[in-house]
């Protein structure tokens, strides 16, 4: 990461750069197509511009009637655009919150599902997941134009999407300080009472609820089932967490294990893989395996692994991951991501893949930009905000100010992951226990947790070995894995998968596991 200046509180830098990174998302279909509507560099003044903000109170919501056809049917639905108040820590409005709401059929129906929806960085939007995942429709960036969603999940569920406050079209008060808000707690409780008034207004309080987050909303998600077990406001039957992040730091060897079999992944797909194996499934299984044993053993061993032993398992490593095993003998079997990202693409000089998606590749026109418009793995320029606006007014909603894709002005200078019980912030958060705590208190609770085989930057495997150690029911888990980057749902071919998966989790009747990791 460039050197910013100082935050008013402390951040974890390497979860920062990870998150924000997983905020802006890839797309391997997406970036073979799209027109850039800005510059890298712009879009990338515009991501650390200061925040702005509003001066009017919240506005009574907008409803309009549409249509799309989803899953080959033609599925009515209303959109309502609410604006709620965001008190602040005397009160008083900090700040107001944007939703967009999606409602099937020409009346609401209490008895269907409902599930809120929102991204992460912290400082991102809930564009990618609206408008390139699961909303009703779907943006293209090839054209500019906004067209039916197949793959949206309008068909199972209600959909509410969130702007957290100082993204999108979510703004703060001119004059007021909204930095209660950026942190976790704060977020998370901001994000917990406009869903607790969303149900309420709209009649659905007694309706199936659902969390969806992805990256860092992953966090989010957790930390919203622990805020509400204060108030017990919310009625959830299930947690959705895509590309998950549940912990800001974790042990040098784990998170060493849960890498690997995305970089095993990444050399399949690109053909440096030496292993045999029948498909990038077969392989991301098999380098779990030897990750949690051969690996495990050697790392845990640490200093004292014997030169024999060191040469042997960095020849079966290097089998898994397509680089040689001199180098990774050299690093006693530690792999940096940046260095694999460039050994992909067999050490040419001034070229790497993505870490969003290993499956891009980078050139030397993108060093010069500031992290992390430098990975060559995000959609730098594709998503313009007045595309979006343009959007907005379609829904008969005029947004308070230019609306914010992303704000790295929150993440970087104003943002802390958890607070200590003396209200200091601190840099460190584990939000397993706050999950385990939730499941445990509601015994109807579901969990489904994805990833994509290709993201070397929130790592599958990783949270997976967490949950694997967590004291969860694995009735109530269902674990998937795709062939995709970071942003599952804007690939094109995994988000039809994505959806028939959650269509099936958000229509189950009760606890039911399914494990295909």
Do not use: C
Not at 11 to 18: E, I, K, P, V, Y
Not at 41 to 67: I, M, N
Not at 96 to 105: D, I, K, S
């Amino acid at each position: 990461m460039n050197a910013m200046p100082p935050p008013r509180r402390p951040t974890w830098r390497s979860m920062a750069g990870a998150l924000v990174l997983a905020a802006l998302g890839a797309s391997a279909s997406h970036a073979a197509q799209a027109r850039p509507d800005v510059t890298a560099a712009a879009a990338s003044a515009k991501a650390f511009a200061p925040t702005a903000t509003r001066t009017l109170g919240a506005r009574p919501p907008v409803v309009t009637r549409h249509h799309a056809t989803i899953a080959g049917q033609r599925v009515a639905y209303q959109a309502i655009v609410s604006e709620w108040p965001v008190p602040g820590d005397d009160g008083e409005p900090m700040g107001v919150m944007v939703t967009e709401a999606y409602l099937a059929g020409k009346q609401p129906d209490a008895s269907r599902p409902v599930t809120f929806i929102y991204n992460g960085g912290p400082g991102s939007s809930s564009w990618s997941l609206q408008m390139e995942g699961l909303g009703p429709k779907l943006y293209q960036a090839a054209t500019g134009a906004f067209v039916d969603n197949p793959d949206s999940l309008l068909d199972a569920s209600d959909l509410v999407f969130i702007d957290p406050l100082g993204t999108g079209a979510s703004f703060p008060l001119a004059g007021r300080d909204a930095s209660p808000a950026w942190n976790t707690p704060g977020d998370a409780e901001s994000i917990r009472s406009v869903i607790e008034r969303w149900l309420r207004d709209n009649g659905r309080t007694t309706s199936p609820q659902f969390l969806m987050g992805e990256s860092y909303g992953t966090m989010r998600s957790v930390a919203i089932l622990h805020a509400d077990a204060k108030h017990n406001a919310l009625h959830l039957h299930g947690v959705i967490l895509l590309s998950l992040v549940l912990k800001t730091g974790e042990n040098d060897d784990i998170q060493a294990i849960g890498l690997l079999p995305s970089l095993a992944a990444s050399a399949y797909v690109r053909g440096l893989r030496q292993a045999p194996a029948a498909n990038v499934e077969d392989a991301y299984a098999q380098a779990v395996q030897f990750a949690r044993t051969e690996y495990a053993s050697a790392l845990l061993e640490g200093a004292s692994l014997s030169a024999e032993r060191l040469h042997a398992v960095a020849q079966a490593m290097s089998a898994q991951v397509g680089i040689s095993p001199a180098p990774l003998e050299k690093a006693h079997l530690r792999i940096d991501r940046n260095a694999f990202a460039h050994a992909l693409l067999g050490g040419k000089a001034n070229e790497h893949a993505g870490s969003l998606d290993t499956r891009q590749t980078g050139g030397p026109d993108l060093d010069a930009l500031p992290a992390p418009y430098n990975d060559p793995s995000m959609t730098l320029g594709k998503r313009p905000e007045h595309a979006f606006e343009g959007y907005l007014k379609s829904l008969d909603y005029v947004a308070a100010g230019e609306y914010r894709y992303l704000n790295l002005a929150i993440n970087r200078g104003s943002w802390f992951y958890s607070v200590k019980e003396t209200g200091d912030a601190t840099d460190s958060l584990d939000t397993v226990p706050w999950l385990v705590d939730a499941m445990h208190a509601h015994p109807s609770l579901r969990l489904f947790t994805a990833g994509g085989y290709f993201d070397t930057n929130t790592p599958l495997g990783v949270a997976t070995y967490q949950l694997d150690h967590a004291d969860i029911d694995r009735s109530r888990w269902t674990a998937k894995a795709y062939a995709a980057g970071h942003g599952i749902a804007e690939d094109v071919v995994q988000r039809a998968k994505l959806a028939g998966d959650l269509r099936a989790f958000v229509k189950a009747p009760g606890p039911a596991s399914t494990d295909t990791r």
